[in-house]
């Protein structure tokens, strides 16, 4: 089931802060967030494994409550070139592959 | 470090038609993925192969869509025929194996972009 990220779309001043969420109805093994411009592929910004293993980009890092099923991305004094769609891919369980279902998506635009 | 190779970037054809789409992953990369993405959604994953065996195709339209890894290495995605419906970007994404973060990492391709008419 794909997991859910809210908001949709958010606009953003260069320098403010921003959180974009994401939440499944499964248990996670992992998270994954990728930023990707139009007509690009998907670059990879960070993963969030179960038991807190983590790697960060640039002013950007996450959150992971493995309970609740959530991860957050914090945007932090945000650059033009943080603009684009942010998606999240959820791991159910590493048995199964680390398939990974990603969300609907959420649309940033950094304006001068 | 070379990406994930994908062709052709771009491809029209007419419904009914057929086309292939290539890709040659990360050296090294065991797992190999191939996404569709429909604009304005998410990427939903249609085959991931381990090696050169399926290890979940349940999301592939099996019927139009068909997808091989002999060698364990390039893989081939092909529609036949392609429906209206078919118009989307197709990534091809790889990673390694093993524990944490490095073995977790998926890297994807540029994409295929399809515009069937």
């Known amino acids: 089931q794909q997991p859910v990220q809210s908001p949709q779309a958010v606009i953003l001043r260069e320098g403010e802060d921003a959180v974009i969420n994401c939440s499944s109805s499964k248990a996670l093994y992992s998270v994954h967030w990728y930023r990707q411009k139009h007509g690009e592929a998907p670059i990879f910004l960070m993963i969030?494994?179960?038991?807190?293993e983590q790697k960060g980009h640039d002013k950007i890092s996450a959150s992971f409550n493995e309970k609740k099923q959530q991860s957050s991305l914090y945007l932090t004094a945000s650059q033009l070139s943080y603009s684009g769609t942010y998606f999240c891919?959820?791991?159910?369980?590493?048995?199964?592959?680390?398939?990974?279902?990603f969300g609907g998506g959420t649309r940033v635009l950094v304006k001068p | 470090e070379a990406g994930v190779a994908q062709s052709p970037r771009y491809k029209i054809i007419e419904k009914r038609q057929s086309v292939a789409f290539w890709c040659n992953p990360i050296?090294?990369?065991?797992?190999l993925y191939w996404y569709q993405q429909i604009l304005g959604q998410g990427p939903k994953l249609l085959i991931q192969?381990?090696?050169?065996?399926?290890?979940?195709d349940s999301q592939l339209p099996k019927d139009r869509f068909s997808a091989e890894r002999l060698k364990g290495v390039d893989s081939t995605l092909k529609i036949q025929p392609a429906k209206l419906e078919d118009s989307a970007v197709y990534l091809c994404?790889?990673?390694?194996?093993?524990?944490?973060?490095?073995?977790?990492?998926?890297?994807f391709g540029e994409g295929s972009w399809l515009t069937v008419v």
């Open positions: 192969f381990q090696n050169n065996g399926v290890v979940d």
């Open positions: 969030l494994l179960k038991g807190g």
């Open positions: 050296s090294g990369h065991a797992t």
């Open positions: 891919g959820t791991g159910a369980l590493r048995a199964a592959g680390n398939k990974l279902t």
């Open positions: 994404a790889s990673r390694t194996t093993g524990t944490g973060v490095s073995g977790n990492t998926i890297y």
